[in-house]
Nanobody, 118 residues
Framework: QVQFVESGGGLVQPGGSLRLSCEAS????????MSWYRQPPGKERVLVAG????????KYADAVKGRFTISRDNAKKTVYLQMNNLRPEDTAVYYC???????????WGQGTQVTVSS
């Protein structure tokens, strides 16, 4: 059974930072690209960042380039999203999934809420 458990969200002021974590299980993590998505209030879920199997290649949505960094630890089966210089428009529920560009699984975790507000 595929499972994703996201954590690390919270309330932060504009310009602040957060580090999200996603622990995955139910598939071979070390041979699978991973990605982060976000769903702002009232909007669809969109791709934020993706990372290759070994972590050497990453890709970002234009809205977060230069501010967010995706990384992974294959030993811990965990993918991370370091978010710096946060803006109010980054407010969303953040999810991870397998696959670097499109979600491989229909099973999503509960997500982690990120709220950027003063």
């Amino acid at each position: 059974q595929v499972q994703f458990v996201e954590s690390g969200g919270g309330l932060v002021q504009p310009g602040g930072s957060l580090r999200l974590s996603c622990e995955a299980s139910g598939f071979i993590f070390s041979t699978t690209g991973m990605s982060w998505y976000r769903q702002p209030p009232g909007k669809e879920r969109v791709l934020v960042a993706g990372i290759s199997i070994g972590g050497g290649v990453s890709k970002y949505a234009d809205a977060v380039k230069g501010r967010f960094t995706i990384s992974r630890d294959n030993a811990k089966k965990t993918v991370y999203l370091q978010m710096n210089n946060l803006r109010p428009e980054d407010t969303a529920v953040y999810y991870c999934n397998a696959g670097r560009n499109t979600p491989l699984y229909g099973d999503w975790g509960q997500g982690t809420q990120v709220t950027v507000s003063s």
